[in-house]
C-alpha cells in the first residue's frame, strides 16, 4: 500500500469517528450536507480523496472542534498537493480517480484544457473512453472496473449543459488523429466534437496542421478556475496551487487559443478529419 493511499485512509477513519461520535448515520450527514449519500461513504472508506471543502463542511455538520477542522484541513491539503505516483494511485481504482475529477470540477465554474493526444475526458464519447481505460488497465495494473469509471466519466458529462460553468477547451489536429479506437469509434467520437462546439458555454478550439505551434505540446493540463492546475504525466499527476505555476498555465494556454480556429473554421477541421477516417471505413 502506498503512503498517499494510507493517508487517505487514515483520514476516512477520522471522518467517520467524528460522525459516529455527533450519532450521525451517513445518510443523516449526507442530508445536511446535501450530498448523494455514496459520496459519504466513499470518502470514509479512502475510495475518493477528501478536498478542503469537503472537510470544512464535514467539521462544521458534526460540530468538531477549532483544532480537530484545522488538523482535518491540513491532512486534505496535504493529499491534494501530492506528487501521486500514477501506477500506484490507479491500483486503488479507476472509477475512484474518476470520482475524485467529478468532486473537483463540481466546484469549478471556469475550465480552460489544453490536451495534446487525446480527446478531453469531459467530450468522450462511452466508447471512447472505454478504449482509453482499457489502454490505463493494461498501462498501470489498475483494477477491472471499466464499466464503472466509463459510467462515472458520462456522469460527470453532465455539468457541460451548466450555463453557469464556462468551458475552453483546445487541441491541436493531431489529438483527432491518434487512433486510440478503432475507426468506427473514432467517427462517433468526432461527431460528438461537431455537436458538442455549438454548445453556448463551450468553446472548442482546434490548432490545425498548417498552424505554428507556441511551443511544445509536451503535456495536457487543466486549469481550474484561477486556483489549481493539474498536470498530468505519464508516472505523475502534478497539483499546481502556486499564483506563479498558475499564471503561467493561463499564459499557455491563451497561447495555444491564439493559433486554434474556433467556431465554423474549428468545425470544418474536425469535418475534414472524420471525412479522413471514412475513406478508411470503405477501404
Do not use: C
Request: proline share 4%; no cysteine; glycine share 4%.
Amino acid at each position: 500500500m502506498t503512503s498517499f493511499q494510507q493517508a487517505r485512509i487514515d483520514l476516512g477513519g477520522q471522518l467517520r469517528q467524528l460522525r459516529e461520535a455527533a450519532h450521525l448515520s451517513g445518510k443523516d450527514l449526507a442530508e445536511r450536507l446535501r450530498w448523494q449519500p455514496s459520496k459519504v461513504s466513499r470518502l470514509e472508506n479512502a475510495r475518493q480523496t477528501a478536498t478542503e471543502d469537503d472537510v470544512v463542511v464535514w467539521a462544521q455538520a458534526v460540530g468538531a472542534g477549532p483544532e480537530t477542522a484545522d488538523d482535518l484541513i491540513r491532512q486534505a491539503i496535504a493529499l491534494l498537493e501530492r506528487h501521486d505516483d500514477w501506477k500506484q494511485r490507479h491500483r486503488s481504482g479507476l472509477a475512484a480517480i474518476q470520482e475524485d475529477i467529478r468532486d473537483l470540477e463540481a466546484r469549478t465554474r471556469l475550465f480552460r484544457v489544453f490536451e495534446p493526444n487525446i480527446v478531453v475526458g469531459l467530450l468522450q464519447t462511452a466508447e471512447y473512453s472505454r478504449h482509453v481505460f482499457s489502454k490505463v488497465k493494461r498501462l498501470y495494473s489498475a483494477p477491472e472496473q471499466i464499466d464503472a469509471a466509463v459510467r462515472v466519466r458520462m456522469q460527470r458529462q453532465e455539468i457541460l449543459y451548466d450555463r453557469a460553468r464556462t468551458f475552453r477547451f483546445v487541441l491541436p489536429e493531431s489529438a483527432l488523429h491518434t487512433r486510440l479506437a478503432p475507426l468506427d469509434v473514432m467517427r462517433g467520437q468526432l461527431d460528438r466534437l461537431l455537436a458538442v462546439s455549438t454548445l453556448p458555454n463551450v468553446e472548442f478550439g482546434v490548432i490545425p496542421y498548417t498552424a505554428e505551434m507556441p511551443s511544445a505540446p509536451i503535456n495536457g493540463f487543466w486549469i481550474y478556475n484561477d486556483a489549481m492546475v493539474g498536470v498530468a504525466t505519464l508516472t505523475k499527476d502534478l497539483v499546481l496551487r502556486d499564483p506563479d505555476d498558475i499564471a503561467f498555465y493561463v499564459r499557455a494556454f491563451e497561447d495555444f487559443a491564439k493559433v486554434a480556429v474556433f467556431d465554423e473554421e474549428g468545425r470544418d477541421v474536425i469535418i475534414r478529419v472524420l471525412d479522413g477516417y471514412r475513406k478508411q471505413s470503405s477501404h
